[in-house]
């Protein structure tokens, strides 16, 4: 019998009505004879009020904390257990505790170190569908812990591996992974099928629909991965973006989507001594304030002396520039310029790594609108820039046009608020 793994996220169960309608594409799977395992998520909002209840007690305690935000997922499987026996489907609520989700203890950020699947085995054996509250799961001290925020897609990729489940499929409130974001691009176009490797670079535009890490996850035990739309009446649940895992020189197209992220800012420290060491001392010194550095570039020195520029988040850059301060003052460094009105715009495609020419119709494009690029990287299957946050729109929309992406224009095409 054909076994699938639905999460439902905070949109999609965001109230009593939009339970109901993920009860009926329950019972609908169900008539046709599926064997059904639902994950939900929080009702939207619900783990950040209950965040706000702990800020408000004024106390630290992140063991606490795990006890109060996992108590959203409960409510709505409760919930959705009930509607679902009220439609006549055999159904039963089970904690994360009760499936045997095991974790580590890093509260707040847990990881699954291992999951028993008997429980579930025997609900489905009964014809039950077991309905779990994703995002918790319990340490071997039989504390509560989460797993991060939006961490109840790992739950279902977890939960599918465990039990070999045909696909795991990501109901949200958005039908799939698109070309690049339609809020900037009006033509963008949903990809049938995006490779695992493309999902994780293009983390702007996967990161608001899946958590990466579920990815990761999904990746290393080769789980099929769908992420489709909860607000249509698609009950064949066929539609959406599946990730894929096999490459196919021939068919796979050289540039799949355009990705771009606004949440970096770029620090250049003028005039350092271009000698060993250099990039060591000042990169451990951030690395020591636990910052994350993602871009780095080395300018070519002349007399002696050059310019190093490097990206930290921007919620970090303040701190950064302290620590990019202290360590430039003992290298004699000139200056330390900061720039937080930057943007990263990327190319991704499997196909580039057969395919020569990306880059440099990357770069035509962006001269040809007279944006100015202030830094590059590449991997295998990626080229990005940074260039002025201001001309990022343009640079979105003239990429995604120069490599064809645009869509047929009959499709059809739903686009919600980004799901937290
Ligand atoms: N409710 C949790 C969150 O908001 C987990 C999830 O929905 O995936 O992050
Ligand atoms: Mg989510």
């Known amino acids: 019998m054909t076994l699938l793994v639905q999460k439902y996220g905070g949109t999609s169960v965001a109230d009593i ?16 004879g599926v064997q059904v395992v639902v994950v939900v998520s929080a009702m939207a909002g619900e783990t950040n009020r209950l965040l706000r209840l702990c800020a408000e007690i004024g106390a630290e305690g992140l063991r606490e904390q795990d006890s109060v935000i ?14 679902l026996q009220r439609l006549g489907v055999a159904a039963r609520s089970l904690t994360g505790e009760q499936v045997g ?3 580590d203890a890093a509260y707040g950020k847990a990881r699954i170190v291992d999951i028993r699947s008997e429980v579930l085995r025997s609900a489905l054996n ?27 897609d790992t739950t279902a990729v977890a939960l599918s591996a465990a039990l070999s489940a045909k696909e795991c499929q990501i109901f949200t409130d958005v039908d799939g992974i698109y070309t690049t974001d339609p809020r900037v691009c009006a033509d963008a ?9 493309e999902m994780l670079e293009m983390a702007s535009l996967g990161a608001k629909v899946l958590q990466l890490r579920s990815v990761e996850f999904a990746c290393k035990y080769q789980v099929p991965l769908r992420v489709l739309s909860s607000l249509t009446e698609d009950h064949d649940c066929t539609g959406g973006t599946l990730i894929t895992y096999e490459e196919n020189e021939m068919e ?4 799949t989507g355009v990705a771009f992220n606004k949440e970096e800012a770029k620090i250049t420290v003028a005039g350092v001594p271009d000698k060993p ?11 020591k304030s636990n910052i994350n550095v993602d ?30 301060k202290t360590a430039a003052a003992t290298i004699g460094a000139t200056e330390v310029l900061g720039d937080a009105d930057i943007a990263k715009v990327s190319v991704v495609g499997i196909g580039m790594r057969s395919h020569p020419g990306v880059a440099s119709l990357m770069f035509k494009t962006l001269s040809d609108h007279q944006i100015n690029i202030q830094m590059i990287s590449t991997s295998e299957i990626k080229t990005s820039v940074v260039i002025a946050e201001a001309q990022m729109e343009t640079a979105v929309q003239a990429l995604h046009t120069a490599f064809d992406l645009a869509q047929a224009p009959q499709e059809e095409r739903i686009t919600g608020g980004a799901e937290q």
């Open 17 to 32: 009505a939009r339970i109901r309608a993920v009860a009926a594409r329950v019972a609908a799977c169900r008539a046709r």
């Open 70 to 83: 996992a108590t959203g997922e409960q409510i709505v499987a409760g919930l959705l257990a009930l509607e």
């Open 295 to 324: 871009m780095i570039v080395q300018n070519v020195s002349s007399a002696g002396r050059t310019d190093f520029s490097f990206t930290v988040q921007r919620d970090e850059f303040a701190r950064a520039m302290v620590t990019t």
């Open 189 to 197: 176009r949903r990809l049938e099928t995006v490779h695992v490797e």
């Open 252 to 255: 796979d197209p050289v540039v």
């Open 277 to 287: 060491g250099i990039a060591h001392l000042l990169l451990s010194a951030v690395a």
């Open 101 to 103: 989700i095991r974790t």
């Open 126 to 152: 009964n014809d039950e569908v077991p309905v779990v509250p994703g995002f918790q799961g319990r340490t071997a001290t039989g504390d509560i812990a989460t797993l991060g925020r939006g961490g109840t």
